[in-house]
Each structure stands twice: as C-alpha cells, then as structure tokens.
C-alpha cells in the first residue's frame, strides 16, 4: 500500500461519524492493545499504521509533537498541508499544553483549517478534545500549536477536495455508533495519574 496523503485522507473520511460505545470505548486505542483511552491520537495512529506509515505515535499528543519536532518536521510557519498531522491546544481548557490531534484536510480561504479528528464533538457544543465521535471540524488558528508532516510518497490528493465538497454540501455521515474492533486483546489503560499512555 502506498502511504500517501490521499490515501489517509481516504481512510479518514470513511470513518467520519464513528461514535465510541460508551466512555472512550473504541476501536482504535483497542488496535494498540489497550480497551479504554482518551483517543484522538490512536485514531490517528491507527490511521497512519493501516495505511503503510512508521510515524512518531500521538498517543498521548505532546510526545507525538516532540517526536516529529525530533525529526525536524514539525512546522508553525505558513499554511498546513493536506495530509498533515495537527496539534492544538484549545484555550480557556484548563490544560495548558497540547492536548488534541487530527489530519488536515486543506486550508481554508479565511485563513482557518478543515481537518478531520478522531473524538471530539460533531457539533461547536459539546467537548472538542474528548467528544466521542470522528468528526470533520473547522479550526482558527489560535487553537493550533503546529503541524507535521509525515513521510508521504508523492502523489495528488484528490481527497482533500472530495471532503471539503462534502463539508460545504453538509453531506458528511451523521454519527454512527462504531464497532469496537478486533486485533490484539485490549486491556483497560492504567488510570492517568500513574501513565501518560491513553491520555490526551
């Protein structure tokens, strides 16, 4: 499989509307082995793992931006790719550090980015950086830290587009409650305050 921005986007997309079962009961974090996680970081993971890519893991999101910082490719500079992994950190949260990470869609004319994440909310209520649902999302640049940008091949990407249509058209899929997967055996992650593994 070739590992390319189009094809993460592909993949992405064909998990828009994916509802966790229950609190962060899921099937990405479970694809990493463990059962019950906070998981906009495995959802991009395990985007990235089954779809050709050896990237830094964002698991837990600051480890994530240091190790793409490490290979020198995380960028604050200009405008995102489509394809790029972003960071943000929302104000006025309570948590003063990255805490939230999606795929980049494309840069929009206003100068914001359309982005698709895994568990935020679907909607501008409800809690963005731990909402349950794999949603497509509008974001303004204060709430972005920085974005990376992974080892692609080459190659056009005709899926930025295709979403941003869908997006415009409001023809997205609605919410759906998603399978818990398959793969290795999951166990449920260590509480937060002994680990930094499953949280945000």
């Known amino acids: 499989m070739n590992f390319t921005a189009n094809n993460i986007l592909k993949a992405a997309l064909s998990l828009v509307g994916y509802t966790e079962q229950g609190e962060n009961l899921q ?12 998981w906009c970081g495995y959802f991009v993971d395990y985007i990235i793992k089954h779809n050709g890519g050896k990237e830094p893991k964002c698991a837990y999101t600051p480890l994530g931006a240091e190790g793409y910082r490490s290979l020198h490719r995380f960028m604050t500079i200009g ?3 489509p394809g790029d992994v972003i960071f943000f950190d929302f104000p ?7 805490s939230h990470v999606g795929f980049v ?10 982005c698709i994440e895994g568990n935020t909310s679907p909607t ?3 809690d963005q950086r731990n909402g349950g649902c794999v949603a497509v999302k509008e974001r303004t640049r204060k709430t972005i830290v920085g974005w ?12 930025a587009h295709e979403i941003l249509q869908l997006w415009k058209n409001k023809e997205l899929p609605k919410p759906y409650k998603g399978d818990l997967g398959e793969g290795k055996p999951a166990v449920k992650a260590p ?8 949280k945000k």
């Open 27 to 38: 099937k990405f974090s479970a694809d990493f082995g463990v059962k019950q996680a906070q």
């Open 105 to 114: 869609v494309t840069t929009l004319t206003n100068g914001n980015v359309l």
């Open 191 to 198: 509480a937060k305050k002994t680990t930094p593994k499953g």
């Open 124 to 126: 501008e209520a409800g």
């Open 148 to 159: 990376a940008r992974p080892h692609y091949e080459s190659a056009p990407v005709p899926a």
């Open 92 to 98: 006025n949260d309570g948590i003063f550090r990255i």
């Open 79 to 81: 405008d995102p790719k």
